[in-house]
């Protein structure tokens, strides 16, 4: 089992920024994806972005241009880093890890706890 530590969240200004961190730790052999995705009240929970074990991103249209994600494989940590916040980007910001435990092993996933986000207009 992966645990994922996300850190980072608070309130901010619309127009201000964030950067959120996510570490995780556990038996990992590889990664597969690591991503965020956010949940506000009565609302589905969406993807905001994500990055793959190639480095390939994918982004929600609402975020394109305003959010970048990344990875410190060294430190098994994804960022997200969040610029021209709106307050619609409010909502609870959870961290995802696709990942193998072994070689040719089954895919897994794991959730962080999540970390709030709130934007003030």
């Known amino acids: 089992q992966v645990n994922l530590v996300e850190s980072g969240g608070g309130l901010v200004q619309a127009g201000g920024s964030l950067r959120l961190s996510c570490a995780a730790s556990?038996?990992?052999?590889?990664?597969?994806?690591m991503g965020w995705y956010r949940q506000s009240p009565g609302k589905q929970r969406e993807l905001v972005a994500r990055?793959?074990?190639?480095?390939?991103?994918t982004y929600a249209d609402s975020v394109k241009g305003r959010f970048t994600i990344s990875r410190d494989n060294a430190k098994n940590t994804v960022y997200l880093q969040m610029r021209s916040l709106k307050p619609e980007d409010t909502a609870v910001y959870y961290c995802?890890?696709?990942?193998?435990?072994?070689?040719?092993?089954?895919?897994?996933?794991?959730w962080g706890q999540g970390t709030q986000v709130t934007v003030s207009s």
């Open positions: 990055i793959n074990s190639s480095g390939t991103t």
């Open positions: 995802n890890a696709v990942y193998q435990v072994r070689m040719l092993g089954e895919s897994l996933g794991s």
């Open positions: 556990g038996s990992i052999f590889r990664f597969i994806a």
